[in-house]
């Protein structure tokens, strides 16, 4: 892919907050034209909010700031497969293109599990592009649960 650009070290940024923050170590940003317009990392505990899934709340933030609960022509960088129910999430916004590193064999919803998009009732399907920066997404997210244990 000629001229390709990459959000995904700023993901990473946010994951790498959320995992010293306690949290499960996931981070997202929204891009529209080349430009972040969101960035968020998982909360839950912090918010005490099942939903504060960093993909949920980085499509709150760029909802806010665009306008509009519809994000068309806006891609969403995440360091994790998202799960179902982001998944849905990013349907229901109508990002055009999603960006995912690490696969999520356990929760994830888009390549593995329920795949959400390819359902009959999905009413959205961004294009979707996994496995960027796998490694360094997984590995954080490896460490992060051994040290847990």
């Known amino acids: 892919m000629s001229g390709f650009i990459t959000f995904m070290d700023a993901a990473m940024i946010e994951a790498r907050a959320a995992a010293a923050a306690g949290e499960v170590p996931v981070g997202a940003v929204i891009v529209k034209n080349g430009q972040v317009i969101a960035r968020a990392r998982n909360r839950m505990r912090e918010l005490t909010d099942p939903t504060a899934h960093a993909e949920m709340l980085a499509i709150r ?67 979707v592009y996994g496995g960027i920066a796998e490694a360094e997404a997984a590995a954080l997210m490896r460490d992060f649960f051994a040290a847990r244990r």
């Open 61 to 127: 933030a760029a909802c806010l700031a665009l306008g509009s609960e519809r994000l068309i022509g806006c891609d969403l960088w995440v360091t994790l497969e998202p799960c179902p129910a982001c998944a849905g999430a990013i349907a229901a916004a109508r990002l055009s293109r999603l960006y995912y590193g690490a696969s999520d064999p356990k929760s994830g919803g888009v390549a593995q599990g329920p795949r959400i998009f390819d359902h009959s009732q999905a009413h959205w399907a961004p294009e």
